[in-house]
């Protein structure tokens, strides 16, 4: 359904959760919250389940909307998920019940819910959930923050290439509605922490080069994280940074996640399609941007990764 059909979907429900996915991003976390403001003011009843992988960078925009413990909600709606693997363990209990709605963004969408709202043509989660909000009522700024947060945190402060004349004109009509965008800028893109250049240094120094430096492969390993202290919040977005080498075109991100499991990201520029590299693993995403989590050690998941890149450049 398209986003007018789905805004006269929620209309008619209540008691709402909305849930958001595994180690969430602004998009997920903004587009829950804003969603959520918005059936607020219609006099709904509306819930974001708790996540516990939700770092303080994003926590504060949470407050207020998370659903008590014995919530019993009649309609479950998923937003920026796009596949089972992504549900957090809470999440799962309703994944087995059955989501009602699925709003998401991604092209590898898997189709789990009874009625689904997604445009792979959006830059953010957060651009699709505006408009479903705008049909809902008027755009309020406690609406528009957490979404300003969504499409901004999911285009690299509009740096990256997803980003649209239509993701502007999004972002424009939020900041309208009378936001504080100077300060979400600085928060979300330039604040680090000192752990944070740290870690950024390390990465440089183990980064390797392939293709003639257009590839770049990079760690972020449990003993890194520990030898300096750091929290999720070091290394949020932290796939982004490996991109920015001057003469890289595939940039990959492996995150040691706990011993034996490893998270990868990869990030492109250079027309290798991203979804269809991380597909190879059990993974999705966009052609631009995408991921995937595999078993084994570091070294395993590098020497993954480079023959799915491998595969995909080769067959074109």
């Given at each position: 359904m398209?986003?007018?059909?789905?805004?006269?979907?929620?209309?008619?429900?209540?008691?709402?959760?909305?849930?958001?996915?595994?180690?969430?991003?602004?998009?997920?976390?903004?587009?829950?919250?804003?969603?959520?403001?918005?059936?607020?003011?219609?006099?709904?009843?509306?819930?974001?389940?708790?996540?516990?992988?939700?770092?303080?960078?994003?926590?504060?925009?949470?407050?207020?909307?998370?659903?008590p413990e014995?919530?019993?909600?009649?309609?479950?709606?998923?937003?920026?998920?796009?596949?089972?693997?992504l549900?957090?363990?809470?999440?799962?209990?309703?994944?087995?019940?059955?989501?009602?709605?699925?709003?998401?963004?991604?092209?590898?969408?898997?189709?789990?819910?009874?009625?689904?709202?997604?445009?792979?043509?959006?830059?953010?989660?957060?651009?699709?959930?505006?408009?479903?909000?705008?049909?809902?009522?008027?755009?309020?700024?406690?609406?528009?923050?957490?979404l300003?947060?969504?499409?901004?945190?999911?285009?690299?402060?509009f740096?990256?290439?997803?980003?649209?004349?239509?993701?502007?004109?999004?972002?424009?009509?939020?900041?309208?509605?009378?936001?504080d965008?100077?300060?979400?800028?600085?928060?979300?893109?330039?604040?680090?922490?000192?752990?944070?250049?740290r870690?950024?240094?390390?990465?440089?120094?183990?980064?390797?080069?392939?293709?003639?430096?257009?590839?770049?492969?990079?760690?972020?390993?449990?003993a890194?994280?520990?030898?300096?202290?750091?929290?999720?919040e070091?290394v949020?977005?932290?796939?982004?940074?490996?991109?920015?080498?001057?003469?890289v075109?595939?940039?990959?991100?492996?995150?040691?996640?706990?011993?034996?499991?490893?998270?990868?990201?990869?990030?492109?520029?250079?027309?290798?399609?991203?979804?269809?590299?991380?597909?190879?693993?059990?993974?999705?995403?966009?052609?631009?941007?995408?991921?995937?989590?595999?078993?084994?050690?570091?070294?395993?998941?590098?020497?993954?990764?480079?023959?799915?890149?491998?595969?995909?450049?080769?067959?074109?």
């Amino acid at each position: 359904m398209d986003y007018r059909e789905a805004a006269a979907l929620l209309r008619e429900q209540d008691a709402i959760l909305i849930l958001t996915h595994k180690r969430p991003d602004g998009d997920t976390i903004g587009c829950a919250v804003g969603l959520c403001a918005a059936l607020r003011k219609l006099g709904k009843q509306a819930w974001v389940l708790p996540n516990r992988d939700a770092t303080s960078l994003f926590t504060p925009y949470l407050e207020g909307y998370l659903a008590p413990e014995a919530v019993r909600p009649a309609f479950v709606v998923s937003v920026d998920i796009a596949g089972r693997s992504l549900f957090t363990p809470e999440g799962e209990v309703w994944l087995t019940r059955g989501i009602d709605l699925a709003f998401d963004h991604h092209p590898s969408y898997e189709g789990f819910a009874a009625a689904c709202c997604v445009d792979p043509g959006r830059a953010a989660c957060g651009e699709l959930i505006y408009d479903v909000v705008r049909q809902l009522g008027p755009v309020t700024a406690e609406i528009a923050q957490p979404l300003y947060v969504a499409v901004s945190t999911d285009t690299g402060c509009f740096q990256y290439g997803n980003t649209t004349p239509a993701t502007h004109r999004v972002a424009a009509a939020l900041m309208e509605a009378g936001i504080d965008y100077a300060s979400l800028n600085k928060r979300h893109f330039r604040t680090k922490s000192f752990r944070r250049l740290r870690i950024e240094s390390m990465i440089v120094e183990g980064m390797e080069r392939y293709d003639g430096g257009k590839t770049a492969v990079a760690t972020v390993t449990l003993a890194m994280m520990a030898a300096l202290g750091a929290h999720e919040e070091d290394v949020e977005d932290i796939a982004a940074f490996v991109g920015q080498t001057e003469g890289v075109e595939t940039s990959v991100t492996i995150r040691e996640l706990a011993e034996g499991e490893c998270k990868l990201s990869v990030r492109t520029s250079g027309g290798l399609n991203a979804t269809r590299v991380c597909a190879l693993l059990g993974g999705g995403g966009h052609a631009a941007a995408a991921g995937c989590t595999v078993k084994g050690s570091v070294a395993d998941a590098r020497e993954a990764i480079l023959n799915a890149i491998r595969t995909v450049q080769r067959d074109g």
